[in-house]
C-alpha cells in the first residue's frame, strides 16, 4: 500500500477503561470498531498467558476442516483454542465478570434486543508465515441478517483482547472502518481499504459484526500474534460453543449468576420475550439448583 493511501485511511477511536460504556458502545457503532487501552492489566495478561500456554502447545497449527475454504478461513499456520472457561481460571473468574464487559453487552443489546450471551471464545495464535485472513463479516454467519444489510438488528459483536502486541508485521486484525454502512454486505472491500487495530498486549478493540474484517499476514519469521476473541451476541441466536454440554458443572456452580448467564446456565430473556432456554416455564436456574 502506497503511504499517501495509507495517510488517506480513517483512525481507529480510542478509549479506556474509564470511558462510559455507553460512549463505547457508540463509537464502535460509529467508526465500526474502537480501541480500548488496557482493558487487562498486565498481571491478567500474563496469567492468562500461562493458564494456556499448555493446552496451546499441545494443539496443532491449521484446520480441523477438511473443506478447503474453511481450512483457509482458519489459516494454515494459525491455532485456535476453544473452551476456555474450563481451561483458564482467569478468564472465567476475571474476563467473563467484568463490569465494563457487562456494561458495554448491556449497553449495546438491552436497547434492541434485550438479552445477550457468549457466543465463544477463542485463543487465536497467528504464527510466523500466515498468510492473511480472507475479509468477512462475522454476521455471515446468520443468513438473514447478512441479506438485511446495515437495516438488521445487532447479532453479534466482537471483543478482541490483545495478550502480544498487535502489530502491521505480526498479523494485528484488519478492518474497513465504515463497511458496516454498506448497501451490499455481500462485498466485502478489498486489503487495500483495511486499517490495522494496531494493540499493546492487554489492550482490546470491539467492532461490530457488520464490519468487514480478517486477520492480517504474519510476516514475521519469529513473532506469534495471540489474541482472545469473545464475541457476544443476541441470545434468540445460537452460540458457536455449547458451554452447558462441555463446562464441568463443578465449575459453573464458582461463576457469578451472570456469568453462568451469558454462557447458557440460565435463561434468557430477549425484549418481548416471557423468556427462552427454560425448564417447565421457569428459570433454568431454579432446575439446576443454581
Not at 450471551?117 to 441478517?145: C, K, V
Amino acid at each position: 500500500m502506497s503511504s499517501s493511501l495509507r495517510e488517506s485511511l480513517p483512525s481507529l477511536p480510542i478509549a479506556t477503561r474509564s470511558t462510559p460504556a455507553e460512549e463505547i458502545a457508540a463509537l464502535s457503532d460509529q467508526a465500526g470498531a474502537v480501541i480500548i487501552r488496557g482493558f487487562l492489566t498486565p498481571e491478567q495478561v500474563t496469567r492468562i498467558n500461562e493458564e494456556l500456554d499448555a493446552p496451546l502447545a499441545a494443539l496443532n497449527a491449521g484446520s480441523k476442516h477438511d473443506h478447503e475454504l474453511i481450512a483457509e478461513f482458519h489459516g494454515y499456520q494459525t491455532k485456535r483454542l476453544t473452551n476456555l472457561i474450563t481451561l483458564s481460571k482467569t478468564f472465567r473468574e476475571e474476563v467473563l465478570d467484568d463490569d465494563l464487559f457487562h456494561a458495554v453487552g448491556h449497553a449495546l443489546y438491552a436497547p434492541e434486543c434485550g438479552d445477550w450471551w457468549l457466543t465463544t471464545a477463542q485463543l487465536i495464535e497467528i504464527g510466523p508465515g500466515n498468510r492473511a485472513q480472507m475479509l468477512h463479516r462475522d454476521s455471515m454467519q446468520y443468513a438473514p441478517f447478512v441479506a438485511q444489510n446495515r437495516h438488521a438488528p445487532r447479532a453479534i459483536t466482537n471483543l478482541m483482547l490483545a495478550l502480544t502486541d498487535f502489530t502491521e508485521e505480526n498479523g494485528a486484525t484488519r478492518m474497513i472502518p465504515g463497511s458496516q454502512d454498506w448497501d451490499d454486505f455481500d462485498e466485502v472491500g478489498t486489503p487495500e481499504m483495511t486499517i490495522a487495530a494496531v494493540l499493546k498486549a492487554g489492550d482490546a478493540v470491539l467492532f461490530g459484526g457488520k464490519v468487514v474484517h480478517g486477520g492480517g499476514a504474519n510476516v514475521t519469521t519469529d513473532q506469534y500474534r495471540r489474541g482472545l476473541t469473545i464475541p457476544m451476541q443476541a441470545s434468540i441466536l445460537t452460540p458457536e460453543e455449547a458451554y452447558p454440554l462441555i463446562v464441568p458443572f463443578e465449575v459453573v456452580r464458582t461463576l457469578s449468576p451472570r456469568v453462568q448467564k451469558i454462557i447458557g446456565f440460565r435463561s434468557q430473556y430477549p425484549a418481548g420475550s416471557p423468556g427462552l432456554w427454560q425448564h417447565n416455564y421457569a428459570d433454568l436456574a431454579d432446575y439446576l439448583e443454581l
